[in-house]
């Protein structure tokens, strides 16, 4: 039976199809990467419990889908929200060009308090790569948010995108790197 919590929060996982958001959750949830693609519909739930300092953190993690079609209902997976995950894929530049639009839809629906993180994913393929880095954190730095890259296949970052959240959550200052 797990213990208390200091914090339970609520985590949104956004962004375009593809991009790698199922598989980050997995990865972090310690069921794996999984190489067949199969769409997500709605949103998708999981939890894990994080120490954070002296701090026990429960997070409550939505995978939302990316499919335009369930654009019209995403609003209402952003109210509650304490940080929203912006993920985008490193080696998709149309992935990329989408993630302006997602901040500003979110911001309309989220309270002022509400911390965000973007997340290049797919590291693993980085010779593959076609968003510059320095194109990213401008963007990042524009919008006032944390940026990380990672890969959810190999597991490169997964934990830190979620350490982070946690530490956004306690109100900790996020890494800059």
Not at 88 to 108: H, M, Q
Not at 133 to 162: C, H, M, P, R, W
């Amino acid at each position: 039976m797990e213990s208390s919590c200091d914090v339970t929060a609520k985590i949104l996982l956004t962004g375009p199809c593809r991009v790698g958001k199922t598989n980050i959750l997995q990865q972090f949830l310690g069921t794996g990467f999984k190489d067949n693609y199969i769409a997500t519909i709605g949103a998708v739930f999981g939890a894990k419990t994080l120490q954070y300092g002296d701090k026990k953190v429960k997070l409550q993690i939505w995978d939302t889908s990316g499919d335009e079609k369930y654009k019209s209902v995403l609003g209402a997976y952003y109210v509650g929200a304490a940080v929203i995950v912006v993920i985008f894929d490193i080696t998709n530049e149309d992935s990329f060009k989408k993630v302006p639009e997602i901040f500003s839809s979110a911001r309309k629906s989220v309270s002022k308090d509400t911390k965000f993180i973007l997340v290049g994913n797919k590291l693993d393929l980085s010779e593959s790569r076609v968003v510059k880095y320095d194109e990213v954190k401008a963007l990042a730095q524009d919008q006032g948010v944390l940026y990380l890259e990672a890969s959810a296949k190999d597991d490169t970052n997964v934990n830190t995108i979620f350490m982070e959240a946690a530490g956004l959550i306690l109100g900790i200052k996020a890494k800059d790197d």
